[in-house]
């Protein structure tokens, strides 16, 4: 009886993806990501603990799609991208825009400087497809740079803000059904037209920010791409302008690895030099959410 109870052990043991013995949960790509119940306590009851997910992996639309069984949603831009000038503007951009953005509420995340609650998070709608809506965080929630540390060039694929994003962010602001209805973002990289700086690989994540030719595409006019941070972001140290408007992260790369595209306080793009670990920049997160359910929830 004992030989058979230790056959069936050593069976499962082998039967169990690597890492799980050894107390490693790095993961690697294609693996599930793994739950961390150390910071479980303090999930504020919104769906799981944090994950844990590959670093700065590529994965690919069906190699992510086969881990999370999500629907993958891709942006359709224009073939031609308007080029800024050397100060960032483009023309027609300084125009008044005539889109009503209409805003919604889904999830929840940390909007006080004391960072004691977590509340509602409001959003713009961009665009629709597949049965999904795209959005955008009304304000910059966050102020990180693209590393955590250090200049060294890198591509959006490999940075410690996208992981930030696809699993920090994703399951503290969103409950357990919020995540099950949101679609997966394939966030191609394109050619950046002001510059010849390498794109590199596109990525399909869970939560995103834009790229260029997103924003133009989206946001054609300064005036709509200025925004405010939450008074959470002003206390990680994002910066302010004299009206109160802050730069944004874009995920497209800017003269060269080390100083990625950006977008300015004053809604023109970037035209100053803010390496990739500048934390004063702040975050503007994009995801899909399935839009019969957001239609229940606004």
Not at 21 to 47: D, K
Not at 60 to 88: C, F, L, M, Q, R
Request: aromatic share 8%.
């Amino acid at each position: 009886m004992m030989r058979g109870k230790l056959l069936l052990t050593c069976l499962m043991l082998m039967a169990m993806p690597p890492g799980v013995c050894n107390g490693n949960n790095s993961g690697t790509i294609g693996e599930p990501l793994v739950a961390s119940v150390e910071t479980a306590a303090n999930e504020h009851q919104r769906g799981a603990a944090y994950a844990t997910a590959p670093e700065k992996d590529n994965r690919t639309e069906s190699g992510t799609a086969a881990i999370y069984g999500k629907h993958v949603v891709t942006i359709d831009i224009p073939e031609e991208t308007p080029v800024a000038d050397s100060n960032g503007q483009i023309p027609g951009a300084d125009g008044i825009s005539s889109v009503d953005r209409k805003t919604v509420l889904f999830g929840r995340f940390y909007q006080e400087a004391s960072a004691d609650e977590l509340r509602p998070i409001q959003w713009i709608v961009l665009g629709e497809k597949d049965g999904y809506t795209l959005l955008m965080t009304k304000q910059i929630i966050a102020s990180k740079g693209w590393v955590n540390e250090g200049r060294n060039g890198v591509t959006w694929a490999q940075t410690d803000l996208r992981h930030w994003l696809d699993n920090e962010f994703f399951n503290t602001a969103f409950s357990f059904v919020e995540q099950k209805n949101m679609a997966l973002f394939n966030a191609v990289q394109h050619q950046n037209p002001r510059y010849d700086t390498p794109a590199g690989e596109g990525t399909v994540d869970r939560v995103s920010i834009l790229s260029y030719q997103e924003l133009i595409h989206y946001m054609p006019t300064n005036l709509e791409r200025k925004t405010k941070p939450t008074e959470y972001a002003i206390k990680q140290g994002c910066y302010l302008n004299p009206d109160g408007d802050s730069a944004w992260w874009l995920r497209s790369p800017g003269p060269n690895a080390a100083v990625p595209e950006h977008l300015a306080s004053w809604g023109n793009l970037g035209a100053r030099t803010h390496y990739v670990d500048d934390s004063s920049i702040g975050v503007r997160p994009v995801i899909w959410v399935n839009s019969d359910y957001l239609a229940t929830v606004r």
